[in-house]
């Protein structure tokens, strides 16, 4: 068996194609989104995915705000840019690009994110208005992850999922979003602190590997047919590479590659809660 392939960068693609007509929409009425990106050092990673985010902006007719800030900036100095943001009409939604330089104090910064700003539901009052149930920004990735099963008809429904990693961009925050009632699946959450990483995943329908450990979840340990996610990514000798090791796609009845597969569909969802929060602001 050669399992499907989740292709993250055509579903991106037709999520796109729906987003275009709905900023022109809002054109007529004369609103316009605002994505703002804060980017603090040089990461060239970071950079890449928040060139990325602009193109996405301008493909889809949303206004771009960038501000790219040096390594040595000071809280002070960010906090004072978060301010700027916060008073800016023109942005209607923006992200902090995560992890910020350690000297900075991550948490204050996003405390300062409004949640009527919050593009990608990382500040805290997105947080807890997702454990309350109520409504707000939901994250990106999570969101990517759970879209993308949705349009390959990947059921979720009392599925059984197995996360890997407990970060707060996906493992921390996906199970919140899958529990809900109207996705209904079953999930376990596993770190490295898990006694059996093994029979975790051996049990799971479908497995989310955000760990950030190359080749982590083996062939030998997924059940024929799951569904596999690829979400962490590293850096070996310079090149990119996945939690899942080769050999998975053999096992898996659908897989998500990385790249091509959850990255670009957390770009598509950070759109997408942009527009989205356009419109119910305009009523
Ligand atoms: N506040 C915040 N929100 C985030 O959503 C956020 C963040 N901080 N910090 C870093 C992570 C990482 N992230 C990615 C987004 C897109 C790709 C992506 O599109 N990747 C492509 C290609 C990547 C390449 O080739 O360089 C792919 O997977 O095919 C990857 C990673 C968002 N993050």
Request: glycine share 10%; with cysteine; hydrophobic share 40%.
């Amino acid at each position: 068996m050669t399992a499907t392939i989740l292709d993250g960068k055509a579903t991106k693609d037709a999520i796109f194609a729906e987003l275009t007509p709905r900023v022109a929409a809002l054109a007529e009425r004369g609103i316009t989104p605002g994505l703002g990106t804060v980017l603090v050092g040089d990461d060239p990673g970071s950079h890449s995915y928040v060139k990325a985010k602009h193109a996405d902006s301008a493909k889809v007719g949303v206004t771009s705000i960038r501000r790219d800030l040096p390594e040595n900036t000071t809280q002070a100095e960010l906090e004072k840019v978060i301010d700027e943001l916060n008073a800016d009409p023109a942005c209607t939604g923006y992200i902090v690009q995560l992890p910020l330089p350690s000297h900075l104090d991550e948490n204050a910064i996003l405390e300062r994110i409004p949640p009527e700003k919050d593009a990608d539901g990382l500040a805290p009052i997105s947080l807890g208005r997702l454990v309350l149930g109520k409504q707000g920004a939901l994250p990106c990735t999570p969101l990517g992850v759970i879209e993308l099963l949705r349009r390959y008809d990947v059921p979720l429904k009392g599925a059984n999922v197995t996360v890997v990693g407990r970060g707060i961009t996906v493992g921390r925050t996906i199970g919140l979003l899958l529990t809900r009632r109207s996705e209904n699946a079953t999930v376990t959450l596993c770190h490295t602190g898990t006694r059996d990483l093994a029979s975790e995943v051996a049990r799971a329908d479908i497995v989310v590997a955000a760990a950030g450990s190359p080749g982590l979840i083996t062939p030998e340990m997924v059940k024929p047919g799951a569904a596999v996610l690829d979400v962490g990514v590293s850096r070996v000798d310079g090149k990119l590479a996945g939690d899942v090791a080769p050999g998975v796609e053999e096992v898996a009845g659908h897989l998500s590659p990385n790249p091509g597969g959850v990255g670009p569909m957390t770009r598509a969802m950070l759109i997408s809660n942009v527009v989205e929060a356009a419109e119910r602001a305009a009523g």
